[in-house]
């Protein structure tokens, strides 16, 4: 056997026994998350959420809402979250020295005072210039914080330091939520008597399109632009699908930093958000389950299937290469922050099962992918194509667009937020395009992220955002 | 060149046959999921339509109950309202029926809500929910627990002992609110025999459904010493709800609890429920508690510190938590009318600066 012939048979039954895993990967995901999703229905129909509206006995909950130069937006969006059902809710804005009017409009808009204020330094943070409170009793609620700028971790970190509750939801100030969502997230809290519930996640919805008054979802449209739309899809499959499934299995490794709610005390103890990587949010629930596992302490991190935050996706290839360059950076520095749980059996599930997972395929997924296209054109244009390699593309791409198909299911049989037939066929459409149109761009944008961590870039890339002002009545 | 080409042809054709079978399969699946989601939304189309109809004739049944107080509910109401009585076999409707009185029932009472009640065991639907009680599948036992429950049919009372102790907590729950809506106070004998823990969310729950009834005397000593420390929990917290004063002492003793959760809440519970001596029993226990009881301990001392903790607050305002320094400071600013000249002397005369401290202080006691 020669060199190249030997190179050629590693490389096609490389890539078989890696498709042949990722395959089983997709099955047990699929039938986890149906049997999640089946008991978290089944459940939720006995839960009257009115019940914990006005209960004093309900646990406090902080919002924690940095916010850099939005200024256009800062006013309608911290009314809507000072609208939100909780009895026992605070509002912490947090100015992360912004280079535009949002402090001044905050204070205009709220009639806000620099209060005297004792910022107690539990996770050390930068400079707090001032704390600001309300003279009207109706904003007691909220308490506006200016500091220097030092990135969304650092302020989400001071956040915390000032938080008095018991657990705090950190938010992405321009998300708009359901008026129920923190009622929803503080029930994972509540409803586990046997393990310490140390997080929990809620959905995230892509809301371009979608009709928005007064920092309220009015009504649901599926995106306009192909790029939403694709998200959307890409958002159905990764909440509905992937993440009930690894909740199934108490392996769920990330919650989204747009909405997510966290055990303050286990977060301070844990030493707060890293502001060193871009990827802060996947970072603190890795560290938060390290240090539950370290101590062998029973935990779960929960996660609500419930559409409850609605976002505004990337409408251009520029912001959205970013966007995806960045979660690459930040899933490879947890994972090399966390090396030690990598295959390590004293972790149980965490590193036996989900380190790897991503590690093989979030992590090395796109190169393989990269590198197995590449190996394909060289052989295609040296005639020593292997037409093995090919079909076993072919039956990954057919693999992919099920698994979507599946996704839009399951979609459809749950919450069905797309009500018109023609919707869910778009959606269809879009998921047999997927692979050819936007997955390649997806894979491209995690190759650059991994060239940028080995080329030391670490900036977070500006996320230029078109604002829900434009969204109403789009149709 | 060739040659080249005849090889990769064949080798096409080989690999093509092996593989065919797997792809055409993926294919198949695909074409059969689509089938079924185009099928199901159709279905569903045609379902919606057929729910609507029935919900309506449903609505009219219900609202003619709810809105005529004079009206018999009888087979000749059923008759004169929807023009035949057959519906009763109606598995569809039933359905369809028993959401709509459970849902109306919530938000019902009065001679009203009594004719729902007639309605519902017209409708026999009593005997169908009484049979689901033996039902395979948790969620219908559990369904059905909350539909007589909402419906008072006070049969099921007889059955509740069987899922006090249910495997499936979803089925306790609606047991054990259950009994506490048909017995009241009386209801929480539950907690002497109840072997799984309960939950933040049914105590909460429960706490709602008795915070409907009027207030009791109820002795709640008896479960703080429950081996199932929930129920303890649970205890602490009627007790703090309902101002058991005389319970104080056995409070108190809860401080020595073995479990951190029934510590906390007694903590908590003190707060509402003390004496002259209760912040010495806080501070005796003090140094042996975690950070987090600590500053649950200093929070009560807000409440009830006087000047003799003066001292002990003041010691605090050394402590290497910026936390507690705070909450200290507090304490002590509202432990008596000297309180807070005694947090402005050790400011000036500390080494340690604490001017934001008192300055944050100030502030909040002049909102």
């Known amino acids: ?475 | 060149m060739l040659t080249i080409k005849t090889h990769l042809y064949s080798s096409f054709i080989i690999y093509w046959d092996i593989q065919s079978i797997a792809l055409l399969a993926i294919v198949i699946l695909m074409v059969c999921l689509l089938s079924f989601m185009l099928l199901y939304l159709l279905v569903k189309a045609g379902h919606e339509k057929k729910h609507t109809y029935w919900r309506s004739k449903s609505d009219t049944l219900i609202h003619k109950a709810v809105f005529d107080d004079e009206e018999k509910i009888d087979d000749m109401f059923i008759e004169e309202t929807l023009g035949s009585d057959n519906l009763k076999k109606n598995r569809y409707f039933r359905k369809i029926l028993t959401e709509e009185i459970i849902s109306a029932k919530k938000n019902i009472s009065g001679a009203a809500a009594d004719n729902l009640i007639d309605l519902y065991r017209l409708f026999e639907l009593d005997k169908y929910a009484i049979r689901n009680l033996n039902h395979l599948k948790w969620y219908i036992r559990a369904k059905a627990i909350h539909e007589l429950t909402t419906m008072q049919i006070s049969e099921l009372v007889d059955h509740l002992h069987l899922f006090i102790n249910d495997p499936n907590e979803y089925v306790r729950m609606e047991a054990q609110s259950a009994l506490v809506q048909f017995n009241g106070f009386e209801g929480l004998s539950f907690l002497d025999t109840i072997a799984y823990p309960i939950s933040d969310w049914q105590q909460i729950k429960l706490l709602q459904l008795l915070s409907h009834l009027p207030p009791s005397s109820i002795d709640t000593t008896p479960w703080f010493e429950s081996k199932n420390s929930s129920v303890a929990v649970f205890a602490l917290k009627l007790a703090r709800n309902y101002n058991r004063f005389e319970q104080h002492d056995a409070i108190a003793k809860c401080l020595d609890h073995s479990d951190a959760k029934v510590r906390l809440e007694a903590i908590l519970c003190l707060n509402e429920i003390y004496t002259d001596e209760t912040s010495d029993h806080l501070i005796g226990r003090f140094l042996k508690e975690s950070l987090k009881h600590q500053l649950a301990m200093i929070r009560v001392m807000q409440t009830l510190g006087t000047e003799r903790d003066i001292l002990f607050l003041t010691d605090l305002l050394n402590h290497e938590s910026d936390q507690l320094k705070l909450d200290a400071a507090r304490a002590l600013a509202h432990a008596s009318n000297n309180g807070m000249a005694a947090l402005e002397a050790y400011s000036e005369q500390s080494e340690q600066d604490i001017t934001e401290i008192v300055m944050h202080i100030k502030r909040e006691m002049s909102v």
Not at chain 1, 318 to 330: D, E, H, P
Not at chain 1, 331 to 349: C, D
Request: proline share 4%; charged share 20%; with cysteine.
């Open chain 1, 1 to 475: 056997m020669s060199w190249q012939t030997f190179l050629l048979h590693v490389f096609t039954y490389g890539i078989l026994v890696y498709s042949m895993i990722l395959l089983t990967f997709y099955l047990l995901i699929g039938a986890f998350s149906i049997l999640e999703t089946r008991s978290y229905l089944h459940k939720n129909s006995f839960t009257d959420y009115r019940m914990l509206a006005s209960s004093t006995e309900a646990p406090t909950m902080s919002i924690l809402a940095p916010a850099y130069n939005e200024g256009p937006t800062i006013i309608e969006n911290v009314r809507s979250l000072l609208s939100l059902h909780y009895n026992n809710l605070d509002l912490i804005v947090i100015n992360d020295g912004s280079k535009d009017d949002t402090l001044e409009q905050l204070i205009k808009a709220y009639d806000l005072y620099k209060a005297d204020f004792y910022v107690t330094q539990l996770i050390k943070t930068k400079k707090v210039n001032g704390i600001y409170r309300s003279h009207n009793p109706v904003y007691r609620k909220l308490t506006v914080v200016d500091k220097e700028n030092g990135g969304k971790a650092d302020a989400l970190n001071v956040g915390i330091n000032i938080a008095r509750s018991d657990y705090f939801v950190c938010i992405d100030v321009d998300c708009v939520l359901e008026q129920d969502a923190i009622l929803k997230l503080a029930k994972p809290f509540l409803e586990s008597s046997t393990h310490r519930v140390i997080a929990a996640g809620g959905v995230v919805r892509v809301a371009n399109s979608c009709e928005i008054e007064g920092g309220r979802l009015v009504k649901v449209h599926l995106p306009k632009k192909f790029l939403p739309r694709i998200q959307t899809l890409e958002y159905i499959r990764a909440f509905l699908l992937s993440r009930m499934a690894w909740t199934r299995l108490n392996g769920l490794l990330l919650i989204s930093g747009a909405f997510g709610a966290f055990d303050r005390e286990i977060v301070i103890n844990c030493g707060g958000y890293h502001t060193d990587t871009v990827g802060e949010d996947m970072e603190l629930v890795v560290r938060m389950r390290r240090y539950m596992e370290e101590r062998e302490e029973p935990y779960k991190v929960g996660f609500i299937p419930d559409p409850l935050c609605w976002t505004e996706a990337p409408s251009s290839y520029r912001i959205l290469g970013r966007q995806r360059n960045r979660w690459t950076r930040g899933t490879i520095e947890t994972l090399r922050s966390h090396k030690k749980m990598f295959f390590n059996p004293n972790y149980g599930i965490l590193g036996m099962l989900s380190y790897p997972y991503w590690f093989f395929f979030e992590f090395l997924a796109p190169i393989i992918e990269f590198l197995g296209t590449i190996g394909i054109i060289i052989y295609f244009f040296t005639y020593a194509i292997n037409w093995s390699a090919v079909v076993i593309m072919i039956g990954v791409i057919c693999i992919g667009i099920l698994y979507s198909i599946f996704a839009i299911l399951m979609e459809v049989l749950t919450y069905n937020q797309y009500k018109q037939r023609k919707d869910i066929l778009k959606l269809v459409l879009v998921a047999i395009l997927e692979p050819f149109i936007f997955h390649p761009f997806v894979v491209w944008s995690a190759v650059l992220g991994n060239i940028s961590l080995l080329r030391k870039q670490n900036s977070w890339g500006e996320m230029t955002r078109q604002g829900f002002a434009a969204n109403k009545n789009p149709r």
